[in-house]
């Protein structure tokens, strides 16, 4: 059996998507930036699609941005941000967990001394407390950015009242939604943000396609400067098929959400409660705020890369945060933000299903994954008498 | 990412398990790392390497290095075993990603760690044969 568990890494393109995307791909090619008829087209496609992302995320037209990923989203809104406050403020408030396409920007903003960043721990489940973010802000912090949900572990942060807080303070709010959107409901300004990232290719959207939300009224400094597209703040000829299946998936991900949800749930509880059968086995995040389709797990005197490569022979598709898959010796920030000892976080497994996902699938992944553990912990020098031995 | 044969070693790996009482045990690495290799040897006549077994918690890369390593070492004498090197581990898996060179050179330490304690238990200093005694914490980083 064949078996796609890593929807957080990417998932199939919607049949919808590509139909939205074809006419783009060949004969309405022009470039929304001309005048004659066939530039019409596709500038036409651009607008519709950023009326229905604006609608999906509860915005106006004109707060939406087209960008070419999740990660240049995050780029764009907080270099955008420090950059159009430089001179008030470099002081940034973020999580421990963030996603790497916020946490090496940040990273690298300190290095060169344009940011100075506070991390934000988490509790044991991954949750930011809403007062440690009221004491983190100071008078010359100039952007918090706090993910909705995490991509590892699927918790899901309180951002409404988050953004409350940061709102109260005067202080722009950014928050990576990429891993949420299109799987919860989202609605920008209920969750009291300035700027929302999302990515088309984690909805069944495209790859090489992505959007922010930047809330009218909020400065950002361009990252890419050229023919002044989406009005000055990312130059670059548009990426109308992108853009478009983009928007026809986000649509499809929201219309469809309640029976995808509950399909996706279905997979993810069955799958949930088989490894949760194994000994010595632990669901990382929290039990109920997380994401429907993502389960993770952390299995002791177990290596995550080598129970990847094992399912992966048996035809299941799944993901490790250990720190093999990143070439470091470290284990995922996140599982070590959440208080997981080293040798233990090393042996993380992230399942994420999809709406494609059956529950004779889910079946056989728990099979899959009981039999990968034994094997796994069979030839593991820290497993002795069933059980571990460190 | 992994050759063909690193892929076998590690859906098939040679000779998995513990030799009960056996004349040398080496155990390398560490679990905050992610990586313990643990190998134990019988040793014969002529200081021969008559069986070996091994033990590993890693990735893919640590258990197809320990899985040949037994391959290369089994059948060998001390002095021949001595001399396989982590290039020779890479090379007979045709290849290892550049950030996996460590599971190799993990692999090479676990067999000398292994002779070391075999000397040791024989009431012979391993250093001057083996070059160390297979117990230091340069091992176990």
């Known amino acids: ?390 | 990412m992994y050759t063909d044969k690193v892929m076998d070693h590690f859906n098939n790996p040679r000779n998995v398990g513990e030799i009960e009482n056996p004349d040398g045990v080496g155990q390398v690495g560490n679990p905050k790392c992610g990586d313990i290799m643990r190998i134990s040897i019988r040793v014969g006549g002529g200081e021969t390497i008559t069986d070996v077994k091994f033990k590993t918690f890693g990735c893919g890369a640590a258990v197809a290095t320990s899985s040949i390593a037994t391959e290369l070492i089994k059948g060998k004498t001390i002095s021949d075993a001595l001399g396989v090197t982590n290039r020779a581990v890479v090379e007979a898996l045709e290849g290892l990603p550049p950030v996996k060179m460590h599971c190799s050179v993990l692999a090479e330490e676990a067999v000398k760690a292994a002779i070391a304690d075999y000397y040791t238990r024989k009431g012979i200093d391993p250093v001057p044969i083996v070059g160390c005694d297979g117990k230091c914490e340069s091992c176990r980083v």
């Open chain 1, 1 to 390: 059996m064949k078996v796609y568990a890593d929807h957080a890494a990417t998932s199939p393109l919607r049949r919808e998507a590509l139909d939205a995307m074809m006419p783009y791909l060949t004969e309405r090619y022009g470039n929304p930036s001309s005048i004659y008829s066939l530039a019409s087209a596709a500038r036409r496609a651009v607008e519709s699609a950023r009326a229905d992302i604006a609608g999906a995320l509860g915005a106006s037209e004109s707060e939406i941005y087209f960008t070419g990923s999740g990660t240049e989203s995050d780029n764009l809104a907080i270099r955008g941000a420090l950059e159009a406050r430089a001179g008030t403020g470099r002081h940034v408030v973020t999580s421990a967990i963030e996603h790497h396409a916020v946490l090496h920007t940040l990273q690298a903003l300190e290095k060169r001394g344009a940011a100075e960043v506070s991390y934000l721990p988490v509790d044991e489940y991954g949750l930011v407390a809403p007062d440690a973010l009221r004491d983190a802000i100071r008078p010359d912090t100039a952007l918090v950015t706090i993910m909705t949900a995490n991509n590892e572990i699927g918790v899901i942060q309180p951002i409404d009242e988050l953004g409350a807080i940061a709102r109260e303070r005067g202080v722009p709010f950014h928050t990576d939604a990429v891993q949420a959107a299109g799987h919860i409901p989202l609605d920008a300004r209920a969750m009291n943000v300035d700027m929302l990232s999302v990515s088309a290719h984690k909805f069944g959207g495209p790859k090489g396609a992505g959007a922010l939300y930047l809330r009218k009224g909020v400065r950002l400094a361009p990252l890419i400067y050229g023919g002044g597209h989406e009005r000055g703040l990312r130059s670059g000829t548009e990426n109308v098929a992108g853009i478009a299946g983009m928007a026809a998936a986000l649509k499809q991900a929201v219309t469809h959400m309640a029976e995808e949800t509950a399909r996706v749930s279905e997979a993810a509880g069955i799958v949930k409660a088989g490894l949760g059968a194994i000994p010595f086995a632990r669901l990382t995040g929290h039990p109920e705020k997380r994401l429907p389709g993502i389960v993770s797990f952390v299995f002791e005197a177990v290596e995550g890369e080598s129970m990847v490569l094992a399912l992966d022979f048996g035809g299941i598709c799944a993901s490790s945060g250990s720190a093999c898959s990143s070439g470091s010796l470290e284990p995922s920030h996140v599982l070590l933000a959440v208080g997981l000892p080293h040798e233990i976080a090393h042996g993380s497994l992230r399942l994420s299903f999809g709406p494609e996902n059956t529950p004779e699938q889910a079946r056989y992944v728990v099979q899959a994954v009981t039999d990968a553990v034994a094997s796994r912990r069979e030839m593991s020098p820290l497993w002795r008498d069933n059980k571990p031995a460190y």
